[in-house]
């Protein structure tokens, strides 16, 4: 059984450039949430969707963005990047939109601005 | 705003030794409770889960946690840890406020020694 699977693994971007990052649910997981792990820290909520709907948005900036495609897919987009943006963005998805419904993390995807 | 602390930055126990791990919150409503574990190389797992009832939850692999409301803590204990649970421990908490979203801590890194 697939888990969640994060794209790319790793990116190199420069300041100012746009990034998009993809992740693919488990299978039949309907919500998918957007964290930020920054080097130390745990990890920071960024975004919920549900039945491509947004349910829930953390304390990020506007440059962040991110949408949930028809087959629960999600992409995140972050633009003009800076350098505290470097981190890893992980991604969960679940069953339903409640939390009574476990969270499964994929493996992140390791973004580094230069 | 909500905060979660572990004071436990860095554990080294030997095998066979007892854990205990702190976890606070800064959250004076309702909350779900969780702590999440990351094994070296691994993604993010739920480790165990409060939502209501008995305080004392048990999750997998031997570990269980108490919830104190009074004290605002949900520490995470084992009686015998093995080399198998070196890792990066979690707590995270939920307020429960119709937001989805998960506020983690900074994580607890356990080293044990065979």
């Known amino acids: 059984d697939a888990g969640v699977t994060q794209s790319p693994t790793h990116l190199i971007k420069t300041r100012g450039q746009q990034v998009t990052l993809r992740c693919s649910p488990i299978?039949?997981?309907?919500?998918v949430s957007w964290y930020q792990q920054v080097l130390g820290q745990g990890p920071q909520f960024i975004f919920q969707?549900?039945?491509?709907?947004?349910?829930g948005r953390g304390n990020f900036p506007d440059r962040f963005s991110a949408r949930q495609f028809p087959n629960y897919s999600s992409e995140l987009n972050v633009n003009a990047l800076l350098l505290g943006d470097s981190a890893l963005y992980l991604c969960?998805?679940?069953?339903?939109?409640?939390?009574?419904?476990?969270?499964?993390f994929g493996n992140g995807t390791r973004l580094t601005v230069t | 705003a909500q905060s979660v602390s572990q004071h436990n930055h860095h554990v080294i126990l030997s095998e066979a030794a007892s854990l205990e791990l702190g976890c606070n919150y800064s959250?004076?409503?309702?909350?779900?409770l969780f702590w999440y574990v990351q094994y070296p190389g691994q993604h993010l797992q739920l480790l165990l889960k409060?939502?209501?009832?008995?305080?004392l939850v048990k999750g997998i692999k031997g570990f269980e946690a108490e919830f104190i409301k009074s004290k605002f803590s949900f520490n995470l204990r084992k009686p015998s840890v093995q080399w198998s649970d070196t890792a990066e421990y979690f707590c995270?908490?939920?307020?429960?406020?119709?937001?989805?979203?998960?506020?983690f801590g900074t994580g607890t890194r356990l080293t044990v020694i065979p």
């Open positions: 969707y549900y039945e491509k709907e947004e349910r």
């Open positions: 995270a908490v939920n307020p429960v406020t119709g937001a989805n979203n998960l506020f």
């Open positions: 969960a998805s679940s069953l339903a939109d409640r939390l009574n419904s476990p969270l499964h």
């Open positions: 409060y939502f209501s009832g008995d305080p």
């Open positions: 299978s039949g997981h309907k919500s």
């Open positions: 959250y004076g409503g309702t909350v779900n």
